[in-house]
């Protein structure tokens, strides 16, 4: 079946550490993933997406690439800063049927 | 501006009441999707309709029903049968059935009085 495994938070960092939050999946065929991005009392946005095996995702200095042979794609960005503090979800689009399948979330704080 | 709007932002439930959440889409998306929210969880999917009078049960439908009248409203209504309705719900749209992205409205948070 298809899953999505991310990294338990919660994530704290200092503004400018480097950020990296892991994701990790299974699922039948080839999907698409992809990392969204909840603020405090939000819906979900998408942050990026990757819809083939080495392809790169970015987007506002975030970035993850689609790693089919360890079937991963790890959310990282090189400076963090306070306003990126949200909760993170993978998730990936099952090709063969129309559904996604979500992770847990991570929640990251950046203090100043 | 095209998006996706949720009203209320916040409901209030009382015992054996069916209330219903709505959700409006000017996208022209043929996909629309309706998603529980729990502390510190992922989303699960309630129920989704890949196009105008048609939706399915997704993995938690008990509970709840919904319609899908028209191709930009996709109303939630979560019945009496709920026990647990305290939650934030999402809806979410996209293109069609198989599309690579879905977009999400601003949630609608349910109190249990």
């Known amino acids: 079946g298809n899953s999505v495994t991310q990294m338990e938070g919660p994530v704290t960092l200092s503004e400018e550490a480097f950020l990296t939050i892991n994701c990790t999946y299974t699922a039948t065929g080839y999907p698409s993933l992809f990392w969204y991005v909840q603020y405090p009392g939000e819906g979900l946005q998408l942050l990026l997406k990757?819809?083939?095996?080495?392809d790169k995702g970015s987007n506002k200095g975030f970035e993850a690439t689609y790693r089919k042979e360890t079937t991963s794609f790890h959310l990282e960005k090189g400076s963090v800063q306070v306003s990126d503090s949200a909760v993170y979800f993978c998730?990936?689009?099952?090709?063969?049927?129309?559904?996604?399948?979500f992770g847990t979330g991570t929640s990251l704080t950046v203090i100043p | 501006d095209g998006g996706i709007t949720q009203s209320p932002k916040y409901l209030f439930r009382k015992e054996g009441q069916n209330v219903t959440l709505s959700c409006e889409q000017n996208l022209n998306h043929d996909a629309m999707y309706w998603y529980r929210q729990d502390p510190g969880q992922g989303l699960r999917l309630i129920y989704y309709s890949q196009i105008v009078n048609d939706f399915q049960k997704g993995d938690i439908a008990e509970g709840y029903s919904v319609s899908r009248e028209k191709k930009e409203s996709f109303p939630l209504t979560v019945t009496s049968a709920q026990k647990n309705p305290t939650a934030f719900y999402l809806c979410?749209?996209?293109?069609?059935?198989?599309?690579?992205?879905?977009?999400f409205g601003p949630g609608t948070r349910l109190l249990v009085l």
């Open positions: 990757a819809t083939k095996a080495d």
């Open positions: 998730a990936l689009s099952d090709p063969t049927g129309n559904q996604f399948y």
């Open positions: 979410a749209s996209s293109i069609e059935a198989r599309a690579e992205t879905q977009y």
